[in-house]
Nanobody, 124 residues
Framework: QVQLVESGGGLVQAGDSLRLSCVLSGRSLSSYSMGWFRQAPGKDREFVAFNSWSGNRTSYVDSVKGRFTVTRDNAKNTAFLQMNSLKPEDTAVYFC?????????????????WGKGTQVTVSS
């Protein structure tokens, strides 16, 4: 059974940092590209960051460029999203996902599996 479990969310103040983790079980992370998405209340799910299967290619939504960094440790089947200089508008449930690249699509990952999400709340 494939399972993605996010952790590391919480309540922080504007300007603080958080590091989200995403642990994959039931598959090898090295076989998948992965991405982070977020969904704020009343809004559609939004692409945040992409990391190719090798880790060599990354992309980000403009609003987080320079503040967020996506990485992975394939040996630990774990991906990370380092979030610095957090802003209240970053408040959302953050989801990790694995799939295949779709560089011509609306966002660069065609998702096969989703995690259940972790809440990030940034106070002003």
């Amino acid at each position: 059974q494939v399972q993605l479990v996010e952790s590391g969310g919480g309540l922080v103040q504007a300007g603080d940092s958080l590091r989200l983790s995403c642990v994959l079980s039931g598959r090898s992370l090295s076989s998948y590209s992965m991405g982070w998405f977020r969904q704020a209340p009343g809004k559609d799910r939004e692409f945040v960051a992409f990391n190719s299967w090798s880790g060599n290619r990354t992309s980000y939504v403009d609003s987080v460029k320079g503040r967020f960094t996506v990485t992975r440790d394939n040996a630990k089947n774990t991906a990370f999203l380092q979030m610095n200089s957090l802003k209240p508008e970053d408040t959302a449930v953050y989801f990790c996902a694995i799939g295949v690249p779709d560089y011509g699509g609306a966002f660069p990952l065609r998702v096969d599996y989703w995690g259940k999400g972790t809440q990030v709340t940034v106070s002003s």
